[in-house]
């Protein structure tokens, strides 16, 4: 009696994470691309082949990007989105000179 007890407990508690899970996940992702004509359209994450940022940050960096953010008060999505333009632009200036903005 007990033990079948617990195991209803934890099957309502499973059944419960999968309904939590299913309403967090989002049904689909997608990124914006840009056709011929200029026109913006959502690329769906299915037909996307990779993802174009996908890395991940050694914990000794990402204290130090921490200790930066609080001490200077910087926004740091901003500050790494400038250092990777300028970064692009001086390892591959023909590919940057087509697709980015000056």
Same mark, same amino acid.
């Given at each position: 009696m007990v033990l079948g007890k617990y195991r209803r407990e934890e099957e309502d508690r499973r059944k419960k994470d999968e309904v939590t899970a299913a309403i967090s996940r989002p049904s689909h992702t997608? $990124? #914006? &691309? $840009?056709d011929e004509t200029g026109h913006v359209e959502a690329? !769906?994450?299915?037909e996307r082949k990779s993802p174009i940022v996908s890395f991940s %940050? !050694? %914990?000794?960096?990402r204290s130090c990007l921490q200790a930066v953010r609080n001490e200077k008060s910087i926004n740091l999505s901003?500050? $790494? #989105? &400038?250092?990777?333009? #300028?970064? $692009?632009?001086n390892e591959f200036p023909t590919i940057a000179k087509r697709h980015l903005k000056s």
């Open positions: 997608s $990124v #914006e &691309r $840009v690329v !769906p994450n299915r %940050i !050694p %914990i000794d960096l901003m500050w $790494v #989105e &400038r250092k990777l333009r #300028e970064a $692009v632009t």
